[in-house]
């Protein structure tokens, strides 16, 4: 888990979340919401000076949410940018002439600016390292038959042989010229069996339009070569992606040429045909379909040395970052069973363990940690046939493995990295927490008129009566009841709650509750519930919701049953 910029750390305004409205909410709505808090914090509803001074800050901000939301130009600025829309600088936001997306597009012309600016001192390094093991000693040792019989082996000689057979080190960075053009400058060495090479690529990419864009490459290594690349999307459901390569060799001239046409088939499935001519001819076709839980992928290709058939998919487990994944391919060249899983660890970083069971390829283990930009393979030949045991232990090794890692490594890593970054928020934060904390008690002071008086008539005519609110970082522990102890991290909101309602109904929208008058954040960075006790026609309920979570009561399902 990465830590965010300072400014992410900030905490922002939220004005729907102040006025206690929807993003949607009409201009009747925001209206009512104004005239609804102008009752409470309008200096002149209060007498005592020191409530007087009080109102004055709340009224003001409500007065400033309210201009905001009811100006389309302000609102809309607001909708995209937030606060940071509203204050840059440069631009008159105000201008009446001007339509919102007149004025969304000269914001969007000084962010480009900006982002240029930014551009140009990147240089997106991205990084491939692939280290391939030769474990196969492990299930196929050699027969002990093959010593002399009067020869005894060493302890060294029976432990099996596990070597690096293969090494592959990639790496490219990004040097942007203008927004439209980037030179990329890569390069690659690779050792197998005590032999290697490389080579160093630099490319040059133009984009014309978010339509199409062409690159030229320059390449040395294996003989110098020279290719062009273009994109070009050609209708709404078909785009075209291709290239040349010309390659100098001393017995002359290698062409070759590459081609790729799609097609989008419907909302999820896209389909393409690849040829690829030169040394090696092959035509490939592949149907790609991909919804929020499903990714499937079939292909065919046909050509030298192999022609095969490929079936991949997916299952996405949203809630869990977690992928299970499944592929079968069959051909020329033999049959293939990879089945495994990838797990996203941090904010980051994903981990993946997939296990490949193949003729004539044996079984291997293949593990990627992609961090960042930075991609590192392991794949581990564990058998050269198909048996039962190194099937089961690439299985279970790596669960096993993660298990242990996960909870003896990555946890609390994440745990310390999580509190530095509370511990941030809340240095940040520091003087406008002490004004938000201030500013809450000040909201709570000024509804205790209305607090009495909407509690008095919602008992009279036996409504919705809160009995208890609080807000902060609250145990979900299903043993625990409502008396939760009142501490730094936990607010108690029961005064502001009671004034929301009207007509024996209370209403919350998706938004943050920390925004909300009377309230502030008592558990910056940490995940926030609110809870609340109440009583409907004099009947005991009890609920608790998330921070963003709407809420409407009362709900019959909230309804506390009294044996």
């Given amino acids: ?67 905001v939301l009811s100006d389309p130009h302000r609102r809309a600025i607001y909708d995209s940018l937030g606060m940071k829309g509203l204050e840059t600088e440069g631009w008159e936001i105000v201008q009446r002439t001007k339509t919102p997306a007149e004025i969304r597009a000269e914001y969007e012309q000084l962010a480009e600016e900006r982002a240029e600016r930014r551009k140009q001192q990147r240089t997106n390094p991205n990084g491939n390292i692939t280290v391939a093991i030769n474990a196969t000693d492990l299930f196929n040792p050699y027969d002990d038959e093959l010593f002399d019989d009067e020869f005894e082996p060493d302890l060294l ?49 133009h984009i ?89 992928n079939l292909s065919i290709q046909v050509g030298l040395p192999h022609s095969y058939i490929s079936l991949n998919y997916t299952r996405k487990m949203l809630s869990q970052e977690l992928k299970l994944k499944l592929s079968v391919k069959a051909g020329t060249f033999g049959g293939v069973v990879e089945y495994g899983a990838e797990k996203k660890v ?17 079984v291997k283990l293949k593990i990627r940690l992609t961090r960042a930009n930075q991609v590192y393979n392991f794949p581990i030949h564990l058998c050269e046939e198909v048996m039962p045991s190194p099937i089961f232990y690439a299985t279970v090794v790596p669960l096993i493995v993660y298990v242990v890692v996960k909870k003896g490594f990555v946890e609390p890593f994440l745990k310390e990295q999580k509190a530095k970054k509370v511990e941030k928020q809340k240095q940040n934060n520091f003087n406008k927490l002490l ?35 609080i807000y902060g970082k609250i145990s979900t522990d299903p043993n625990e009841t409502g008396d939760h102890e009142i501490s730094n991290e936990v607010i108690d909101v029961t005064i502001p709650i009671q004034c929301i309602v009207k007509d024996s109904k209370l209403t919350m929208h998706e938004h943050t509750k920390s925004q909300l008058p009377g309230f502030f954040d008592p558990a910056i960075g940490e995940d926030k519930m609110l809870h609340i006790i109440y009583n409907y026609r004099e009947q005991p309920y009890e609920v608790t919701i998330k921070d963003n979570e709407s809420l409407r009561l009362p709900k019959n399902s909230h309804r506390v049953n009294v044996t």
Wanted: net charge neutral; with cysteine; hydrophobic share 35%.
């Fill in 208 to 296: 014309y339009s978010h339509k199409s864009w062409a690159e030229v490459e320059l390449a040395a290594g294996s003989g110098p070569s020279v290719s062009f690349k273009g994109f070009r999307t050609l209708t709404k459901r078909f785009f075209w992606n291709g290239g040349a390569v010309l390659q100098f060799t001393p017995e002359g001239i290698r062409p070759g040429v590459m081609s790729t046409l799609a097609m989008q088939i419907d909302k999820h499935s896209v389909g393409y045909l690849t040829y690829q001519g030169g040394i090696r001819s092959i035509v490939s076709t592949s149907i790609v379909r991909d919804t929020e839980f499903n990714h499937y």
């Fill in 346 to 362: 941090s904010k980051h970083s994903n981990l993946s363990f997939a296990v490949t069971v193949g003729v004539p390829s044996g």
């Fill in 435 to 469: 004004e938000k904390r201030k500013e809450a008690q000040a909201a709570q002071d000024l509804m205790t008129a209305t607090y009495t008086r909407i509690k008095e008539a919602e008992e009279n005519k036996k409504g919705l009566v809160i009995i208890k609110a």
């Fill in 157 to 205: 000689q029976r432990f099996p042989n596990i070597e690096v057979s293969s090494m592959q080190f990639s790496q490219s960075v990004d040097f942007p010229l203008t927004q439209k053009d980037t030179c990329t400058l890569s390069g690659q060495l690779q050792t197998q069996n005590g032999t290697g090479g490389g080579g160093v690529n630099l490319s040059w990419r």
């Fill in 1 to 67: 888990m990465d830590i965010e910029s300072d400014e992410e750390n900030v905490i922002e305004e939220d004005f729907y979340s102040f006025l206690n409205v929807s993003k949607e909410a009409s201009r009747e709505e925001i209206n009512n919401a104004y005239r609804r808090l102008s009752r409470m914090y309008h200096p002149d509803k209060h007498v005592d000076p020191e409530l007087k001074s009080k109102a004055e800050v709340l009224f003001n901000k409500t007065k400033k949410a309210y201009e």
